[in-house]
């Protein structure tokens, strides 16, 4: 499966500590991430990780394209809810293109572990049919 990571500056760590401790679950998938949160997962985890732009240079963006053309199968996006982002668009489009094409979409830890731990059990397998 591919999956597409993205973190806020205040959710970065939060990010790279999920990663650690789903390390062996990720290890079997293809990740994307947006440029710095890619490059903070791959310096603790040793996991390979496609990078984009970072977020607010068009990291978003790219990972957006990859939604809409179905190239993505679940989505973590640790957000920051209480700062308002100069991109919120970007953010938002996220959430609109995940629901658009029945992505799975954690924005927050609580589901961020629900999704790995059905991903490690299967439970997302019909994301492949559906393709």
């Known amino acids: 499966m591919n ?3 993205i ?3 205040a959710k970065k760590k939060l990010m790279q500590n999920f990663c650690i401790a789903y390390r062996g679950i990720l290890s079997k ?3 994307y991430a947006t440029g710095t949160t890619g490059r903070l997962i791959e310096d603790v985890t040793n996991l390979t990780v496609h990078k984009y732009l970072a977020g607010h240079l068009g990291g978003t963006q790219q990972l957006g394209s990859e939604i809409e053309h179905n190239d993505i ?4 996006f640790l957000r920051d809810a209480q700062s308002p982002k100069s991109h919120e668009p970007d953010i938002n489009n996220i959430f609109t293109l995940c629901d658009m094409h029945n992505i799975p979409l954690a924005t ?4 961020a572990e629900l ?3 059905a991903l490690e059990r299967g439970d997302l397998d ?3 049919i559906f393709k």
């Open 126 to 128: 019909w994301r492949e």
């Open 115 to 117: 999704l790995v731990k």
């Open 73 to 76: 199968d679940m989505v973590i």
């Open 29 to 31: 998938h293809d990740l």
């Open 108 to 111: 927050n830890l609580a589901t």
């Open 3 to 5: 999956i597409g990571l």
């Open 7 to 9: 973190a806020h500056d």
